[in-house]
């Protein structure tokens, strides 16, 4: 067991839920700021190099959880580990970026969902890939092919 | 912050770090055992149809962190948000798994890179990848330049 601290915070264009585009289709493209706090910067060492980060944070304004919920993306109620859903168990959310510049303790990225404000809890390179053919993505690709055109 | 609570435990081949595959062309190919605690079965409900998870662990054996590491694949130091490092501010793991079937609460996986008896805290679908051609690997694209044949 652990306590979660914040590395840093989310500088996001999204200031309420109801503004992160969500559901099939949903692109996420948003240009945002990975503000890592100063004590944590020598972490940050060589990061410029890697085009892509994950990024762990803290679903900091969802309150429980719910093993079963109907996500913005289907009308059907599927298990919390088989969606993305803020109400989880551990709050911890997880979002690949694209790293555009870094300046100082400032991570430019492209692709942030969070909310402005997020605690990041953690970053990691993305250091390989799942080939698309091995890649299945169930009750969401069930779910778009119902809903075809979005 | 949130104090983290495990949703299931991992069963692995690996009984020490000693055990790990580590270091450049390390291949993680282990089966093993997500079992997972049976108040959170329900959050399982659909978690067949994907063919791979974002399994997000705790580091419980690793003590403190430290921002500048060496790590296995290289003999110079990077920040820890460059590497994977179990010594991070928040011990948090991530591994994407691949699931072979689910047996009631036991998700039977390959690829499992974590100790035996690692508390689970979340797993998510894995949703979408990042092309090949679009991905950077930064220090270790470089260090696997300079030790060819791994």
Known sequence: MFTSRPIGFVNSPYKSTGDIPKGLGAKHEADGVLA??????????????????????????????????????????HGVFATRSPRRPNPIGLTIVELRRREGVELHVRGVD????????????LLSIIPEEKLRRGWLAEAEARKPGD
Not at 114 to 125: A, E, F, H, S
């Open 36 to 77: 890592i706090l100063p004590e944590f910067e020598a972490g940050l060492t060589d990061i410029e190099g890697f085009s892509h980060l994950i990024v762990i944070w803290e679903f900091d304004r969802a309150h429980g959880f719910e093993l079963l919920g109907t996500p913005p993306s289907d009308n059907r109620a």
């Open 114 to 125: 969070m909310l402005d404000g997020t605690p990041i809890l953690d970053i990691k390179p």
